[in-house]
């Protein structure tokens, strides 16, 4: 879930206007292609900067939220010193190479995935206001965590190995080992149900949430919090610190609300890695092991705290870099 901070919340371009067409130049539907292209590659690339910037936040968080026997007994910022001191430093980027691979083509898929159904939600079903944001939202987070859920299954196997222990040497061997001992194809889907039905609200809330900051903003005090758009005058787009704070107040209400499953997806995801394995073949199974065995505070919600840290320099990053890739490319 968090891995997917900084994408779910990104806020989605409208399609950009009509342009009277030259002659011989391409036609309407090859122009929408290109926009969507660009559209890829903004969300791809703002995503893929969020999570190297948070990077070390996200291997700690693993980390805490598995109890990892290294590091069970000590705390966020403990950890964050521990870390270097047992594996070096670039211990603390552990299984981002994985991330980087599946980031791209989550945030991509996710942002194209919510235009499609906005679109069809408020032509095909005749849905509009805020929910048709909050449906698109949950929809689109969905689709994009069922298409990469293998990467983000590999990178968690490889953040959890500790220096020295190592079951899996890199990607490529984690691929080929979770498919021979775990099952084949369906071993890369453990923990996905919890991910989904935490995706959901996680996705739609952010969505929703900063969308209505946005519009709200901009409709009652457009000269305090708006700015005309650097390649086109007459968008109005939010100023820079006013987007990380909605990005940032997105973020953090829905990590709250979902937070309790994407502890229980990390657990299921590590499987044959932790020595409580066999207790946490299920959902219901895990969510039950973990409250049982940590409570609440200690076991639901352990290292929620360190999302809210890493909420504000990733959103500061993903809505940064975005609003300068949509600039860049032409997007407004």
Known sequence: MAAAAAAAALPAADPPPAIPQAAGAAGPTARRDFYWLRSFLAGGIAGCCAKTTVAPLDRVKVLLQAHNRHYKHLGVFSTLRAVPQKEGYLGLYKGNGAMMIRIFPYGAIQFMAFERYKTFITTKLGISGHVHRLMAGS?????????TYPLDMVRVRLAFQVK??????????????????EGGFLGFYRGL??????????????????GTLKSVGLSHAPTLLGRPSSDNPNVLVLKTHINLLCGGVAG??????????????????????????EKCLTMRETMK???????????????LSLNYI?????????????????QFLHLN
Not at 310 to 326: D, G
């Open 139 to 147: 929809m689109a987070g969905m689709t994009a965590v069922i298409c």
């Open 252 to 277: 953090a209400i829905a990590q709250t609300i979902s937070y309790p499953f994407d502890v229980t997806r990390r657990r299921m995801q590590l499987g044959t890695v932790l020595p409580e394995f």
């Open 310 to 326: 890493r909420c504000i320099p990733s959103q500061a990053v993903a809505f940064t870099t975005y609003e300068l890739m949509k």
């Open 289 to 303: 092991y973990v409250y049982g065995n940590h409570g609440i505070r200690r076991g639901l919600y352990r290292g």
């Open 193 to 210: 149900m919890p991910t989904i039905l935490g995706m959901a609200p996680y996705a739609g809330v952010s969505f929703f949430t900063f």
């Open 164 to 181: 020295g222990e190592h079951t899996y040497t890199g990607i490529i061997h984690a691929f080929k080992t979770i498919y021979a001992k």
